[in-house]
Nanobody, 126 residues
Framework: QVRLIESGGGVVQTGDSLRLSCAAS????????MGWFRQAPGKEREFVAA????????GYGDSVKGRFTISRDKDKNELYLQMNTLKPEDTAVYYC???????????????????WGQGTQVTVSS
């Protein structure tokens, strides 16, 4: 059974940085496309960033471009999200996700991801 466990969330101030981590277990996801999504209270789940299985392609949501960076460590079976210049509107629960198919195509659509973590809360105060 695949498990994704996010960590690194917390309460920070506007302009601060945070680094989220997602540890995978139960299966190596080193050759699987993965991504980060977020959901704020009363809002729909939003695409944040995604990375192809080879890590050669990375995509970002418009609201985080230039501030967030997605990366992965295949040996550690981990996914990361470096978040800089945080804003109050970045406040949300952040979810790590992965597609089930090895060497599957890059995607930024939540419906394409079969594996999901339970989320980590990020709160940015003004």
């Amino acid at each position: 059974q695949v498990r994704l466990i996010e960590s690194g969330g917390g309460v920070v101030q506007t302009g601060d940085s945070l680094r989220l981590s997602c540890a995978a277990s139960g299966r190596s996801l080193g050759n699987h496309a993965m991504g980060w999504f977020r959901q704020a209270p009363g809002k729909e789940r939003e695409f944040v960033a995604a990375i192809s299985w080879s890590a050669t392609y990375r995509g970002y949501g418009d609201s985080v471009k230039g501030r967030f960076t997605i990366s992965r460590d295949k040996d550690k079976n981990e996914l990361y999200l470096q978040m800089n210049t945080l804003k109050p509107e970045d406040t949300a629960v952040y979810y790590c996700a992965a597609i089930a198919k090895r060497f599957g195509p890059y995607t930024n659509s939540a419906g394409d991801f079969e594996y999901w973590g339970q989320g980590t809360q990020v709160t940015v105060s003004s």
